[in-house]
């Protein structure tokens, strides 16, 4: 007879052979269906986090599952020494939707940063040379967990341990262009941002800061770099957040909601930019590959305007609901479209989310006193509202 698993049979066997690199709820995922999760011993949970924003289409979604299968039947692999159809039928949709010129193709986010800051450190050295490859970025930001873009994240908790963290990168504040122009410099040769910060705690940028950060940009020839690995692929209610601030980047990497479950990221870079790296510059054996870049296209093709508008709805919805709560425990409700941060007063963020989790509602938290949702965009109204009904009993005991 099969063994059944418990919980907590996967978090012992977990101990004995994973690092422990992470703070895990002690709940083992078994599938999900929509926007709804099971675990092993068949609890529903109503999911707000898809992943990291990851399952942009939810669980079970079959035309994203059909595209997938069909393509790791017919070609699972083949290196980026030969052509083939799916990551340049990705390439051709990611442009004509975003405005931008030309595409490459990376596994995740991170990856897709350290390849947006080679392009602006390149650019600058073919024009100008050595000495010009610092980077300005935000205060509060994250932008990956590799050495380098490490130190591109403007939080001093990420710059522990792993010295020497490579040079280059000076911090200013989030919507405060002054705060900008005092970390200018000869030696600058880009900004890069999020438009709403996401693991700082769901902050988003304002007009005005990112029109006259434009502006800077283009007085000083600085590359204007979006990091929209989890502001992309429709999660605020446009395919890129930065189609919402009337700017156009001269990079923009994504990742997390593009493969809708399966790893893939990358960069998108406009017409004066489209050239500069060139051939064995940059690359990555996995980049494109064509399983990924068909999820990817199903992404996109579902994600059409009317759907995209719905996030916009849908994200309204929640931040009144929140809002409209009145709890002793809400301070401020953040966000743009799906990426919501509700601000926790007089109570420990941490432990109001384990209590939704324990509820059947699972939440993220993001900066040091938030929690925040990140639904599949294709959750439904009903979903929303069973979710909603057990934050409500978290927010108002
Ligand atoms: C998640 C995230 C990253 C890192 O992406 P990985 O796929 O984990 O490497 C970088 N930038 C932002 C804004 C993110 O949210």
Same mark, same amino acid.
């Not at 490490?150 to 504040?173: I, K, N, S």
């Not at 395919?239 to 809708?260: E, R």
């Not at 998108?268 to 064995?280: D, T």
């Not at 939440?363 to 409500?392: H, N, W």
């Given at each position: 007879?099969?063994?059944?698993?418990?919980?907590?049979?996967? $978090?012992?066997?977990?101990?004995?052979?994973?690092?422990?690199?992470?703070?895990?709820?002690?709940?083992?995922?078994?599938? *999900?269906?929509? /926007?709804?999760?099971?675990?092993?011993?068949?609890?529903?949970? !109503?999911?707000?986090?898809?992943?990291?924003? !990851?399952?942009?289409?939810?669980? *079970?979604?079959?035309?994203?599952?059909?595209?997938? *299968?069909?393509?790791?039947?017919?070609?699972?692999?083949?290196?980026?020494?030969?052509?083939?159809?799916?990551?340049?039928?990705?390439? /051709?949709?990611?442009?004509?939707?975003?405005?931008?010129?030309? /595409?490459?193709?990376?596994?995740?986010?991170?990856?897709?940063?350290?390849?947006?800051?080679?392009?602006?450190? =390149?650019?600058?050295?073919?024009?100008?040379?050595?000495?010009?490859?610092? $980077?300005? %970025?935000?205060?509060?930001?994250?932008?990956?967990? %590799?050495?380098?873009?490490?130190?591109?994240? *403007?939080?001093?908790?990420?710059?522990?341990?792993?010295?020497?963290?490579?040079?280059?990168?000076?911090?200013?504040?989030?919507?405060?262009?002054?705060?900008?122009?005092?970390?200018?410099?000869?030696?600058?040769?880009?900004?890069?941002?999020?438009?709403?910060?996401?693991?700082?705690? !769901?902050?988003?940028?304002?007009?005005?800061?990112?029109?006259?950060?434009?502006?800077?940009?283009a007085e000083r020839d600085w590359l204007l770099l979006v990091d929209e690995?989890?502001?992309?692929?429709?999660?605020?209610?446009?395919?890129?957040?930065?189609?919402?601030?009337?700017?156009?980047?001269?990079?923009?990497?994504?990742?997390?909601?593009?493969?809708?479950?399966?790893?893939?990221?990358?960069?998108?870079?406009?017409? =004066?930019?489209?050239?500069?790296?060139?051939?064995?510059?940059?690359? %990555?054996?996995?980049?494109?590959?064509?399983?990924?870049?068909?999820?990817?296209?199903?992404?996109?093709?579902?994600?059409?305007?009317?759907?995209?508008?719905?996030?916009?709805? =849908?994200?309204?919805?929640?931040?009144?609901?929140?809002?409209?709560?009145?709890?002793?425990?809400?301070?401020?409700?953040?966000?743009?479209?799906?990426?919501?941060?509700?601000?926790?007063?007089?109570?420990?963020?941490?432990?109001?989310?384990?209590?939704?989790?324990?509820?059947?509602?699972? !939440?993220?938290?993001?900066?040091?006193?938030?929690?925040?949702?990140?639904?599949?965009?294709?959750?439904?109204?009903?979903?929303?509202?069973?979710?909603?009904?057990?934050?409500?009993?978290?927010?108002?005991?």
């Open positions: 007879m099969e063994e059944i698993m418990k919980n907590q049979d996967w $978090i012992e066997k977990d101990a004995q052979c994973m690092m422990q690199t992470y703070g895990r709820f002690p709940i083992a995922i078994d599938h *999900g269906q929509g /926007a709804l999760l099971y675990d092993v011993e068949g609890r529903e949970y !109503v999911d707000f986090t898809s992943g990291i924003g !990851v399952n942009s289409l939810g669980y *079970g979604n079959w035309q994203w599952a059909s595209a997938v *299968g069909a393509q790791a039947l017919r070609l699972a692999h083949v290196s980026n020494l030969f052509y083939s159809q799916p990551y340049i039928d990705l390439a /051709a949709e990611l442009c004509s939707r975003s405005g931008m010129s030309a /595409a490459f193709f990376a596994n995740g986010g991170g990856e897709a940063n350290e390849g947006m800051i080679k392009l602006a450190r =390149k650019y600058s050295f073919d024009k100008y040379g050595h000495g010009r490859s610092t $980077i300005i %970025t935000l205060n509060n930001s994250f932008h990956g967990r %590799t050495v380098t873009t490490l130190a591109a994240t *403007g939080q001093a908790v990420f710059h522990q341990y792993f010295f020497p963290f490579t040079e280059g990168f000076r911090y200013a504040d989030a919507n405060d262009i002054d705060s900008v122009s005092e970390a200018a410099g000869d030696d600058v040769c880009a900004v890069m941002l999020e438009l709403v910060q996401g693991e700082g705690g !769901v902050y988003p940028m304002e007009q005005e800061f990112v029109h006259q950060l434009a502006v800077l940009c690995v989890q502001t992309g692929v429709g999660r605020t209610g446009t395919l890129f957040a930065y189609q919402q601030y009337g700017v156009l980047p001269d990079v923009v990497s994504f990742a997390k909601g593009i493969g809708g479950g399966l790893p893939l990221g990358g960069i998108l870079s406009n017409e =004066k930019c489209r050239g500069v790296l060139g051939p064995g510059m940059h690359a %990555t054996t996995f980049g494109g590959n064509p399983v990924s870049c068909a999820g990817g296209l199903s992404v996109l093709h579902q994600l059409n305007d009317a759907v995209l508008e719905e996030v916009k709805i =849908k994200g309204e919805l929640i931040r009144d609901f929140i809002q409209g709560l009145h709890s002793p425990y809400v301070a401020s409700v953040r966000g743009l479209g799906l990426m919501i941060g509700i601000q926790i007063r007089g109570a420990d963020h941490k432990a109001l989310a384990r209590q939704m989790i324990d509820g059947g509602l699972l !939440v993220l938290t993001a900066g040091q006193d938030t929690i925040r949702l990140l639904p599949p965009l294709t959750i439904t109204k009903d979903e929303i509202m069973r979710g909603l009904a057990i934050m409500q009993n978290v927010l108002c005991p």
